[in-house]
Nanobody, 127 residues
């Protein structure tokens, strides 16, 4: 069994930065793929970024490329999402999710590919 816990959300002004963390506990070695999703009010959940410990591949949604960076600390079983140059449209609840499949390709952003989800952390970008 795997448990995921997100942290690091909060209120930030446009142009600011936040660092989200996703701490995994339990059967971490069974879930080599971790992704970040977000869901804004009235919108569908969307994939933000993905990382695989199998081969280190990473993916980003077009809307966050060059602003967000995903990384994984294997010693701490934690995945981070560094978010820079934040915009009001980045406001959402951010979730981390884990998959037993080691190397997702183009379908990495489909939420139905992930078996375990965290409870989410709110990110609000507003002046």
């Amino acid at each position: 069994q795997l448990h995921l816990a997100e942290s690091g959300g909060g209120l930030v002004q446009p142009g600011g930065s936040l660092r989200l963390s996703c701490a995994a506990s339990g059967s971490t070695s069974d879930y080599p793929s971790i992704a970040w999703f977000r869901q804004a009010p009235g919108k569908e959940r969307e994939g933000v970024s993905y990382i695989s410990t199998e081969d280190g591949r990473v993916y980003y949604a077009d809307s966050v490329k060059a602003r967000f960076a995903i990384s994984r600390d294997n010693a701490e079983n934690t995945v981070h999402l560094q978010m820079n140059s934040l915009k009001p449209e980045d406001t959402a609840v951010y979730y981390c999710a884990a998959s037993i499949w080691p190397k997702w390709g183009d379908v990495w952003s489909r939420s139905d590919r992930y078996e375990v989800w965290g409870q989410g952390t709110q990110v609000t970008v507003s002046s």
